[in-house]
């Protein structure tokens, strides 16, 4: 029991040290998403140019999701016309650039790492554009487009098939602060926690009971410790096969990456391990259904490569730089609640989430929340929930899900 605890313990820790960081990036998401059509989007997405792929990871990084829905409005962008290079480059940068992601490696692990991760995350774009470029053959598009055209269901269909910006005239300010608007983001908020929530309750399990049990010996061993040369080249290759294995994605890997960290992973082995959360067994299963076998191993393949490419350019640009902090300073945060910063910034930021969770209840939210998991083609848009109090029809209508034209 008192192993249990232990890992119990630490699990709360590090969950209480993120909690305000989480609500501050979802509800930027949630505001982004409010006002940006999914349409809009579409139109940007329509081939593979080096500014194509600059906008793609930026309107990924603003529409920050789970994996698995990342993974589901990549393949609905790219089946509404968007170009496939640049759909994956949306794919991998709403999971792997979006803010929350970097505050939480900053709070747990340093801010060496949310650089690390912004830097890295741009490299592993064009070093899979390039591949792409390379190796993906037409034939093979063409199969995977008209695998991808069959619509099978993945995980998060509905919620990837959602478009919830405010509608109507004005610009982004007038329509943010709307009611509408306010509706909107309360909607998104609550979508985008119940879409990671399973994710990141598993990694911080998972981070906690490991933190716990499993000696930092093994670990050592595991990543060559001893042999420090032999560790930076083998830890960008390791990272991602640990990712594969674990089956956390998103967000939750986080907690995981800080145990790895102070097992004693490399630098880069650390950043490719937070990078492979769209490699997991499950999720590649999915591309399998999205695209066919051929290119489900064929992303697995260039995916694989450019995770390690981009942890062995932040290995050597960080430690070229002396910028690698010290793992021996390396800890899981296991202080637990006290009144500090930390303390402060959660009850601000658990007010504002509940103002959005009380908004989200009281305007028909629950009935879209269960539509979260419909299928591709299902009908989001077209029966919208009963509006709550101070909102009539017009208003339903503009925050009702609605798939992308």
């Known amino acids: 029991m008192d192993a249990i605890r232990h890992a119990l313990s630490l699990t709360g820790s590090m969950t209480w040290e993120i909690t305000w960081a989480l609500i501050l990036g979802f509800t930027l998401s949630a505001v982004v998403q409010a006002v940006v059509r999914r349409s809009t989007v579409v139109r940007l997405l329509g081939d593979h140019r080096p500014k194509t792929l600059t906008l793609s990871a930026g309107l990924g990084a603003a529409s920050s999701s789970c994996s698995y829905a990342a993974v589901a409005l990549?393949?609905?962008?790219?089946?509404?016309?968007?170009?496939?290079?640049?759909?994956?480059?949306?794919?991998?940068?709403?999971?792997?650039?979006?803010?929350?992601?970097?505050?939480?490696?900053?709070?747990?692990?340093?801010?060496?790492?949310?650089?690390?991760?912004f830097i890295g995350g741009p490299i592993m774009i064009v070093v899979l554009a390039l591949l792409f470029r390379l190796f993906l053959r037409a034939r093979l598009l063409r199969e995977a487009r008209a695998q991808a055209e069959r619509g099978l269901a993945g995980s998060m269909e509905g919620h990837a098939a959602m478009d919830m910006s405010v509608g109507g005239e004005g610009g982004f300010a007038r329509r943010l602060f709307s009611r509408d608007g306010y509706t909107s983001v309360s909607h998104i908020f609550v979508m985008e926690w119940a879409a990671i929530l399973r994710d990141l309750v598993a990694g911080l399990l998972i981070a906690g009971a490991i933190a716990a049990w499993v000696p930092d010996d093994f670990w050592h061993t595991f990543f060559l410790v001893d042999h420090p040369t032999a560790a930076k080249v083998v830890g960008p290759l390791v990272g991602p096969l640990v990712a594969i294995a674990t089956f956390v994605c998103s967000i939750g890997n986080v907690p995981m990456a800080v145990v790895l960290w102070k097992g004693g992973i490399s630098f880069g082995g650390v950043i490719a391990f937070i990078y492979a959360d769209l490699l997991i067994l499950p999720i590649l299963n999915i591309y399998r259904k999205y695209y066919g076998a051929l290119m489900a191993r064929f992303l697995l393949v260039t995916f694989f490569a450019a995770i390690a490419v981009a942890g062995y350019a932040v290995e050597l640009l960080f430690g070229g730089l002396g910028l690698v902090p010290d793992q021996a300073d390396a800890t899981v945060p296991d202080a637990g609640v006290s009144w500090n910063y930390t303390t402060w910034l959660n009850i601000a930021f658990l007010l504002l989430a509940a103002a959005l969770v009380v908004r989200f209840l009281r305007t028909g939210g629950p009935a879209m929340l269960r539509?979260?998991?419909?299928?591709?083609?299902?009908?989001?848009?077209?029966?919208?929930?009963?509006?709550?109090?101070?909102?009539?029809?017009?208003?339903?209508r503009r925050v009702a899900p609605r798939p992308a034209p």
């Open 74 to 117: 990549a393949r609905s962008l790219f089946r509404k016309g968007a170009d496939f290079t640049a759909a994956m480059a949306f794919e991998i940068a709403s999971t792997n650039l979006v803010i929350e992601l970097g505050v939480i490696l900053a709070l747990l692990m340093g801010w060496q790492f949310t650089a690390a991760e």
């Open 371 to 396: 539509m979260m998991g419909g299928s591709p083609e299902g009908d989001h848009g077209h029966a919208g929930p009963p509006p709550g109090p101070g909102h009539g029809r017009t208003a339903q």
